[in-house]
């Protein structure tokens, strides 16, 4: 039987193979392998593309939320809020810049930060709040930003798994800071390690680009206390070509998220939310096997669909605070908390078919019977 993957890289691959070829060929011909016209290319394309002005490569995701911390002003005595049901990575940013994780809880029905937990959990110390656009939709924002009115409270959106998502027509970043990443498996995926950050603010932008170059836009001309973190050309040509088709890569998402919908209608799970105003991209089809609160009915599920041939994942299993790295924070996240021994995700790629999605929910009935 053929397997079902989670992701399908291949199948991405398929459809750019060839435009990659040609600008491989570009770069080593160059030999513009960190920075470069690719990079400044791709760049300016990404910026037109979310509708920011700014836009700066990076070498990874999590160095691209550091940097945008590190852009706003975290640093040593600030706090920043951030939902505890998220990758690890948005918690390690902010203490690699300096600063402490306050965690709060998520709504229950989209997994979403809970925007007034965390308007009441705004101190003097806080300098930034980092809502998560999880799974493939934005956070409310606005709310936020209405909430912290006339306060000097930076809002840095992770906008790790949402290329292309809007909220009210709007994409992350426009009216601040955003940080994404280009990991692999994601709707605009690099062949490696890949990140950015786009801004509204030229400042902010100019921030992060010197702190990403060991701290100056001049080759030895050091005026902050900078990293390593650039995006490398052949990334760029990847990211290019990827690009070109990603509009079109998330439509072919919806189309498969609406055909899940229909297909789990009468299964004993919870599907998404997507919450109103959104214009969802689908990076996770993530549902919900309610009723045990040990994960040990999820864990079985997904040991059956993996038997089946069904790729199927967690994210994330644990919240920040009941990892080891961040057991430290403690406190309570009872939607978290619920959330997390429940969920699974889906195989969903634009090239999967009606077929394979078939198969996935025959599997998953068959499993939770």
Known sequence: MTRIP?????????????????????????TAFVGGAEVAAFEQEYAAFTGVPH?????????ALELAFRAVGVGP?????????TFIATAEAVVRAGGTVVLVD??????????????????????????????????????????????????VEDAAQSQ???RNGRQAGVDGIAAT?????????????????????????????????????????????GVNSRLDGLQAVVLRAKLARLADWNDRRRAVAARYEELLKGLDV???????????VWHIYCVRVPGDPTGARRDDI??????????????????????????????????????????????????????QQERVAEALAAALR
């Open 6 to 30: 989670l992701v399908d890289l291949a199948a991405a691959h398929a459809e750019v193979a060839e435009e990659v070829e040609v600008g491989f060929k570009r770069i080593l011909a160059a």
């Open 55 to 63: 836009c700066i490569g990076v070498a990874n995701g999590t160095d």
């Open 77 to 85: 005595g600030s706090e920043v809020i951030l939902p505890a049901n």
């Open 106 to 155: 998520c709504d229950p029905r989209t997994y979403l930060i809970d925007v007034e937990a965390a308007l009441a959990a705004v101190t003097p110390a806080t300098r930034a709040i980092a809502p998560v656009h999880l799974y493939g939709q934005l956070a409310p924002v606005e709310r936020l930003r209405a909430g912290l009115a006339g306060r000097d409270i930076a809002i």
């Open 164 to 166: 292309g998502a809007t």
């Open 181 to 225: 990443s280009f990991y692999p498996g994601k709707n605009l995926g690099a062949y490696g390690d890949a990140g950015a950050v786009v801004s509204a603010s030229a400042e902010w932008a100019e921030t992060v680009r010197t702190l990403g170059s060991h701290g100056g836009l001049k080759k030895y001309h050091h005026d902050l206390i």
């Open 270 to 280: 919870i599907t998404p939310v997507t919450l109103e105003g959104n214009e969802h």
């Open 302 to 355: 997904i040991a059956k669909l993996n038997a089946a041939g069904v790729g199927a994942a967690i994210h994330y299993p644990f919240p920040v605070h009941r990892t080891g790295a961040f057991a430290h924070l403690g406190g309570s996240f009872p939607n978290a908390e619920q959330i997390a021994p429940e969920i699974l995700s889906l195989p969903i790629y634009p090239q999967i078919t009606p077929e």
